[in-house]
């Protein structure tokens, strides 16, 4: 069936450091993506975002790429802080009109070391 | 910033009982969604709302449930008998006529 899938569970890293996290997606026909932060108690919070006729965008920190040929998407935040040490899920839209919807992928999570 | 305001935060029931989740989406927005997350789990596609009707539901979303938008401002998601298994995070969520997808801060559903 069709998923979105996350490669690994839990992620460390150094304060400071950059933090990669990776995703997989199985459905060739998803046309946006996007990652969400979820802090414990809290729901999903948008970071950033990218169409399908894009390979990388950037925001504040954080960079998403796009590979469709494998399809495979990439989370890249620049100097980890603290304050970045959450779950993180990348989710997928099939676009539909009013049938349009997200598919979320299992969250990993970041943990920051001082 | 416009928000998804959902309520109350934390909801305790007993087996059996109903349950409504309420929801507030953001005023101009068209399209709006439940979602839920069991603990440790991902987040879960129930259903989809458009128009004044359900646009599509998932496998979860079965006679038990039902989602009412009954005043052109709150969007409810109603369990009428509450099972241990619908313990779970609930979010509700709302789009504009593109992509913008926002979410609530979710209710903590825990039925005892």
């Known amino acids: ?114 | 910033e416009p928000e998804v305001t959902q309520t109350p935060s934390h909801q305790v029931t007993q087996m059996g009982q109903e349950v409504i989740l309420r929801c507030v989406p953001i005023s101009n927005h068209l399209y709006f969604y439940w979602y839920r997350q069991i603990l440790g789990q991902k987040v879960e596609f129930l259903v989809s709302f458009y128009n004044n009707e359900i646009s599509e539901k998932s496998e979860i979303f079965d006679d038990q449930f039902s989602v009412e938008r009954p005043d052109g401002s709150n969007f409810t998601l109603k369990i009428r008998s509450t099972k241990l298994e619908d313990s779970a995070m609930y979010f509700c969520a709302s789009r504009t006529g593109d992509y913008g997808y926002t979410f609530g801060s979710g209710t903590r559903l825990t039925v005892v």
């Not at chain 1, 304060?15 to 414990?40: L, M, R, V």
């Not at chain 1, 920190?61 to 980890?80: C, D, E, G």
Request: net charge positive; glycine share 8%.
């Open chain 1, 1 to 114: 069936g069709e998923s979105v899938g996350l490669h690994l569970p839990t992620l460390s890293v150094q304060e400071g450091d950059n933090s990669i996290i990776n995703c997989a997606y199985s459905n060739s026909a998803s046309d946006y993506f996007i990652w969400y932060k979820q802090e414990s108690g809290k729901g999903p919070q948008f970071i950033i975002d990218i169409r399908s006729n894009m390979d990388k965008r950037q925001g504040q920190r954080v960079t998403v790429l796009l590979n469709k040929t494998v399809k495979h998407l990439s989370l890249q935040i620049a100097a980890t802080q603290p304050g970045d040490s959450a779950v993180y899920f990348c989710a997928e839209n099939l676009w539909a009109g009013a049938n349009s919807k997200l598919t979320f992928g299992k969250g990993i999570t970041l943990s920051v070391r001082p």
